[in-house]
């Protein structure tokens, strides 16, 4: 059963940055730490996020992305980028977005955590890197990453591999939950099956559901950055 390797644990409080000439209260700055921390149920010791409604909570404790993927944004934006260079706390490699699915089940550290979805893109990272096209693009890669919710609270340090304990039985990847989400959105008969993974987080569960129903949801704005106070 495949691992992974964290290459780098990053963390960082809520900070202000500016953007199209508005001040945006954000957590999505976060900086490396070479030190072993706590990982509570909803963060990481010496982490938050400014805008709870979109961010964090139990279903996203935990904000992972491949390094595998660094070499690529490097070359688009064309500059190095640092290690959280996507806001993430976990900048890992050997499992990416092809590899991993919802409800898979780690090791990290002492810790046992789950991934409950992709990451969602939204104007934040268009806000950090000054490029309004960002978020747009990593939803079009499928570079997006992914979220873990904490199954057991423990301490985690900066070299700790991610040890897979369980492979989900349904094996619905990352990368058809992206896929499912953001491109084929009329696919009903796919649409279900993503639903009926349990360990499906509740906010994308929702999302699913309301289209189903023919609801329109705050994803695009959220994406685009309508809604400039928000993280």
Not at 2 to 16: C, D, E
Not at 138 to 157: D, H
Not at 195 to 209: F, K, N, Q
Request: net charge neutral; glycine share 8%; charged share 25%.
């Amino acid at each position: 059963m495949k691992h992974g390797q964290l290459i780098s644990l990053n963390v960082g409080m809520p900070t202000i940055m500016q953007y199209n000439q508005k001040d945006v209260a954000t957590g999505i700055i976060k900086i490396p730490v070479y030190e072993r921390l706590e990982l509570y149920w909803e963060h990481f010791e010496g982490d938050g996020q400014a805008d709870l409604k979109h961010h964090g909570g139990k279903d996203k404790a935990v904000c992972v992305y491949g390094y595998e993927h660094y070499s690529f944004w490097e070359q688009e934006l064309g500059r190095p980028l640092p290690f959280g260079a996507f806001g993430e706390n976990l900048t890992i490699s050997g499992l990416l977005e092809p590899e991993v699915c919802i409800g898979d089940i780690f090791q990290l550290g002492n810790a046992i955590v789950q991934i409950s979805q992709p990451r969602q893109p939204c104007f934040k990272l268009a806000a950090l890197y000054q490029s309004p096209k960002m978020p747009l693009k990593v939803q079009e890669t499928g570079f997006t990453g992914f979220y873990f919710r904490v199954l057991q609270r423990g301490t985690v340090n900066f070299n700790d591999k991610l040890i897979r304990l369980l492979k989900h039985p349904q094996a619905i990847t990352v990368e058809f939950a992206n896929r499912v989400m953001h491109h084929d959105k009329n696919l009903i008969d796919d649409r279900e099956m993503l639903l009926s993974v349990l360990e499906l987080s509740a906010s994308w569960r929702s999302t699913l559901e309301k289209r189903g129903l023919g609801i329109k949801s705050d994803n695009s704005e959220r994406l685009i950055g309508r809604k400039q106070t928000e993280k």
